[in-house]
C-alpha cells in the first residue's frame, strides 16, 4: 500500500474515532454524568444536613464523623460482588437495581433517631451504592477505546464536583425554606427530596441503557464494525501484556499499589465534601444559602481540574505523571489552606487543593485498565475502588475525632493535606505498559 494510500486509511480511521467519540460523549457519558450527580448528591448531602441534624440528634462531632465515614464500610464489603454481578448480568439491569435501592435507603435517613440508626443507615447506604462508580467506570471500558478513556472518565467524574456547585445551593435553600411539614425537620426533607430522583431515574435507566456496542442501534453499521474491532484490537493487546482472569488482580502488586494511591487521595477528597459546609459555617455569620453556595465555590475549581488535566493526559498520552503532580499540587494547597491567615484566604486556598485532589480522579482510572481487561476489569476497578474507600471511612472521621481533641479545624486539615501528598510518591512507583495501538 502507497504511503498516500495509508495517510488516507489513517485520516479516515481518526475522523471515525472523532465521530463515535462524540455520540458516546452525548447517548453514554453525559447520561452517566447525570447519575452520578445524583449518586453524589445523596452520599454527601449528609455533610449539609449535619448544620441541624447534629444539633437535633445530640450527635457530637466524632459520633457524626464515624456515621459519615461508616458507610465507606458498607461499601467495600459489597464493591467487588457487585461489580462481578454486573459483568455477568449487564450494567443496564444492574445500574439501574443499585439506583433504586440507594434512592429508598437514602429517603430513609430521613427518620433516624440517634447514633445506631444513624450508623446503620450509612452502612446500608454504602452496601446499596456499591458497585456504582467501578461499574460505570467498567461500562465505559465496553465503549471507549483506550485513547479517549481519559476524557470519558473525566466527563463522568466532573459529577463529583458538580453535584456540589449544584446541590450545595439547593441544600442550602431546602433547609432554609422548607417549613416543617408533617412533623418532620427541615434535614429529614432534604433527604426525602434528594434521595426520590435516585429512585425515578433507576427506573428509567432500565430502558435507557445499552448494555454492548453489539446492540448500540444509535450508532450506524460502519461506526458499530469500527468500535466494535478497535475494542477487540485493545482486548487481545492487553490481554496479552496483562491480566484478563479474576484471580489475577490478588496476585498482581500494582492492584494494590493503585489502591494506596487511590485511598490516601480519597482521605482528602472525602475529608472535604463531608465537613466542608461545617468548616465554612465556622466562619461565621452565614445563613444556610450563604453557606451553600460558598461551599460550591472551591468544587468549581475541582471541576476545571478535572478536565483541564484529563484533556492534557489524553493529549500528551502520559498518564502517571499527571495524576503524581495533580495529587501533589492539592496536598500542599491543602496543608496551607489550614494555616491560612484570614477565612478568604482559606478559601482560595482549599479551592487550589480541591483542582489538584478530584484532577486525579479523571486521569488515574486509565492506569488500571493498561493492564487489565475482562474479569480482571471487573474485579480489578472494583477492588481498587473498594478498598480504597478505607481512605473515605477514615478522612471524614479523623476530621470529627481531631475537631472534638483540639476544637480547631486546622490540625485536621494538615492531616488530610498528608494523604495526596503520600498518594503522588506513591504513584511514582507504578510500572505498566501501555497498549501498542495507545499513546501512553
Avoid at 477528597?269 to 455569620?285: C, D, M, N, T
Avoid at 484529563?310 to 492539592?330: P, Y
Wanted: hydrophobic share 55%; aromatic share 14%; with cysteine.
Amino acid at each position: 500500500m502507497s504511503s498516500i494510500a495509508m495517510d488516507a486509511s489513517a485520516a479516515d480511521g481518526e475522523a471515525m474515532r472523532k465521530r463515535i467519540a462524540s455520540k458516546l460523549r452525548w447517548r453514554i457519558v453525559f447520561y452517566c454524568f447525570v447519575l452520578f450527580i445524583v449518586n453524589y448528591l445523596d452520599r454527601v448531602n449528609v455533610g449539609f444536613a449535619a448544620t441541624h441534624m447534629n444539633k437535633d440528634l445530640g450527635l457530637s462531632a466524632t459520633a457524626y464523623g464515624f456515621g459519615a465515614g461508616v458507610f465507606f464500610l458498607g461499601y467495600i464489603a459489597f464493591e467487588i460482588p457487585s461489580n462481578m454481578m454486573m459483568h455477568k448480568v449487564g450494567a443496564r439491569i444492574w445500574i439501574a437495581r443499585i439506583m433504586v435501592t440507594w434512592g429508598l435507603i437514602s429517603c430513609a435517613m430521613a427518620f433516624i433517631q440517634g447514633e445506631t440508626s444513624f450508623y446503620i443507615l450509612r452502612f446500608l447506604l454504602g452496601a446499596a451504592e456499591a458497585g456504582f462508580v467501578p461499574g460505570i467506570l467498567l461500562y465505559l471500558t465496553y465503549w471507549f477505546p483506550a485513547r479517549d478513556r481519559a476524557k470519558a472518565t473525566a466527563g463522568f467524574m466532573t459529577a463529583t464536583v458538580l453535584s456540589t456547585v449544584i446541590g450545595a445551593p439547593i441544600s442550602g435553600w431546602i433547609l432554609a425554606t422548607v417549613p416543617n411539614w408533617h412533623g418532620l425537620a427541615n434535614w429529614q426533607w432534604l433527604f426525602i427530596l434528594e434521595g426520590l430522583p435516585a429512585v425515578i431515574l433507576g427506573i428509567f435507566t432500565f430502558f435507557y441503557l445499552v448494555d454492548r456496542p453489539q446492540d448500540g442501534r444509535w450508532l450506524d453499521e460502519a461506526e458499530r464494525k469500527w468500535l466494535i474491532a478497535e475494542l477487540e484490537r485493545e482486548n487481545r493487546e492487553v490481554a496479552n501484556t496483562g491480566a484478563h482472569e479474576y484471580g489475577a488482580i490478588f496476585r498482581d502488586p500494582r492492584v494494590w499499589l493503585l489502591t494506596l494511591i487511590y485511598m490516601f487521595n480519597a482521605m482528602a477528597v472525602y475529608g472535604v465534601v463531608l465537613w466542608l459546609p461545617q468548616i465554612v459555617r465556622s466562619i461565621g455569620g452565614l445563613s444556610d444559602i450563604q453557606t451553600g453556595f460558598v461551599t460550591a465555590v472551591p468544587f468549581v475549581f475541582a471541576a476545571i481540574g478535572l478536565v483541564l488535566v484529563a484533556r492534557s493526559s489524553d493529549r500528551t498520552g502520559e498518564r502517571k505523571w499527571h495524576t503524581a503532580l495533580a495529587a501533589l499540587f492539592g496536598g500542599l494547597f491543602l496543608a496551607a489552606s489550614a494555616v491560612a491567615p484570614t477565612p478568604l484566604v482559606g478559601l482560595m486556598l482549599i479551592s487550589a487543593a480541591a483542582f489538584g485532589v478530584w484532577a486525579v480522579l479523571g486521569v488515574f482510572w486509565s492506569l488500571p485498565t493498561q493492564f487489565l481487561t475482562g474479569a480482571a476489569a471487573a474485579a480489578g476497578l472494583a477492588a481498587i475502588n473498594g478498598f480504597a474507600q478505607i481512605g473515605g471511612f477514615a478522612g471524614p472521621y479523623l476530621v470529627g475525632w481531631i475537631k472534638d481533641t483540639t476544637q480547631s479545624f486546622t490540625p485536621a486539615l494538615l492531616t488530610l493535606a498528608a494523604g495526596p501528598v503520600i498518594a503522588a510518591i506513591l504513584c511514582l512507583a507504578i510500572k505498566v505498559k501501555a497498549p501498542a495501538g495507545g499513546r501512553r
